[in-house]
């Protein structure tokens, strides 16, 4: 019991920091930041509801943020009312193949109109799929840029890059 709450104590931390590192980027570049509410940094994988808003000079962002407990579990995308996991937390390598995908049900993301809808990982999964429709729904790995259901995926450190660069 220790350890899943030391996941989740770790998963508030590090998004609160992460958030923390977007306020004074936006300080620095004169970008508007709006949150949305109180909690705005904290977040919920279930949850439609997206964290903030990024005005930048030429382009705003929407973003979402998800994340997973531990960077063993595997988390995947597969449309805009679905997302699933594989919790390797507490496996031993020789068990990890019978362990398989629970698949969770969660609100469709409400981005904002004329905003790019992202979705940032904190913290961030070993491994992140989208199920591609193509390919007779087989797990297909993604990475920073890569198209979700729902929006452009990232992981945390490269949406602050490609902040930075704005």
Not at 24 to 53: E, I, M, P
Not at 103 to 121: A, G
Request: proline fraction near 2%; glycine fraction near 6%.
């Amino acid at each position: 019991m220790t350890g899943a709450v030391t996941g989740w104590v770790t998963m508030a931390v590090k998004r609160y920091l992460f958030c923390q590192r977007i306020k004074r980027l936006c300080k620095k570049k004169a970008f508007v930041l709006k949150k949305s509410g109180l909690l705005w940094w904290s977040g919920k994988n279930k949850s439609g509801k997206c964290n903030f808003t990024v005005i930048c000079k030429d382009k705003s962002y929407c973003v979402k943020l998800v994340g997973v407990r531990s960077k063993r579990i595997l988390y995947g995308f597969i449309d805009e009312n679905y997302y699933e996991i594989k919790d390797y937390t507490f496996a031993l390598a020789h068990t990890m193949d019978s362990f398989e995908y629970v698949v969770k049900q969660k609100e469709p993301y409400r981005f904002e109109k004329k905003t790019k809808p992202c979705i940032v990982m904190i913290p961030d999964s070993v491994k992140v799929t989208v199920r591609s429709e193509t390919a007779q729904m087989q797990r297909v790995e993604i990475g920073t840029r890569d198209k979700t259901p729902e929006g452009e995926f990232y992981f945390a450190e490269k949406f602050l890059s490609e902040l930075k660069e704005k």
